[in-house]
């Protein structure tokens, strides 16, 4: 698990978390306990899930980065 380390620092930031199985999942990473991930996602309008994820699904978790944003904004 070399990505739980990395992740202890991420709570409460919004993540992109790949899982083992390809699929990738984003959102605010709420907590790391009980050997799951919970993330709270966006699901449509204004509603949004919190979902667990069991450690062995999680093949890495990381932060977003920052926005370039190229010159002047007029």
Known sequence: MSWYSKATGLVGQPVGVSLTNGQGVSGVLCSLSDNKVVL??????????????????????????????PGPLY
């Open 40 to 69: 709270q996602e966006y699901m449509y309008q204004s509603q949004f899930a919190a979902k667990q994820y069991p450690f062995y699904m999680i093949q890495d978790i990381n932060g977003f980065p920052g926005c370039y944003m």
